[in-house]
């Protein structure tokens, strides 16, 4: 996932937004590389698609956090998520032959009105798999936009790994598998 712009410094008008959104039962539905990727590519576009300014993202096997800057602002968040996880719910079903299944089960979205508080979060998404013992650097974990703004604005990531962690509250208490299974699936989500 290409990151196309410098990370904004100073919050405008339009506050930053921290998304957090998990699986039905915290079921690990995307368990395997390929669905990964699948979960990834599927909410980026779509939220780029809705014109959010996403800044920060992290997937895992059952949840998933965002920091992005809404189109003017967040009101319509209910609608895209709706729509967006009914689809890669649908698609995920089909995958494993089951009908009807609860896939994803509610979000949590807190509006980030302080700099200090935005560049706290885009610290913690980035930390995220490092946080649930996935890797020991966040650059190495593919699902995660650490990455990508480390190689777009190296001087940037160097100041949000100066932000601590310890006073930030955010609904995380998942469990996530340690590394997901390799990219040789038999039930391949390949649309989308």
């Known amino acids: 996932m290409g990151w196309h712009h410098a990370p904004r410094h100073v919050l405008d008008a339009a506050d930053a937004n921290m998304i957090t959104v998990g699986t039905y039962g915290k079921r690990p539905h995307f368990h395997t590389a390929r669905r990964l990727d699948f979960l990834r590519d599927a909410v980026v576009r779509a939220f780029t698609k809705d014109g959010w300014d996403l800044q920060a993202w992290a997937f895992f096997s059952n949840h998933y956090h965002l920091v992005g800057f809404p189109p003017g602002s967040a009101t319509g968040l209910p609608r895209l998520l709706s729509g967006l996880h009914a689809d890669i719910g649908a698609e995920i079903n089909a995958a ?25 979060r885009l610290r913690y998404v980035n930390f995220n798999p490092v946080k649930h013992g996935l890797v020991s650097d966040p650059t190495r974990y593919p699902w995660c936009s650490a990455a990508t703004i480390e190689n777009e604005s190296p001087k940037f990531a160097a100041k949000l790994r100066t ?25 391949v989500v390949a649309r989308g």
Request: hydrophobic share 30%.
């Open 96 to 120: 494993d032959g089951v009908e009807g299944r609860m896939v994803f089960y509610g979000y949590w979205d807190t509006c980030l009105t302080h700099d200090t508080s935005y560049l706290a």
């Open 163 to 187: 932000f601590k962690l310890d006073r930030i509250r955010v609904l995380d208490d998942y469990d996530v598998l340690q590394e997901p299974v390799g990219r040789h699936e038999r039930n």
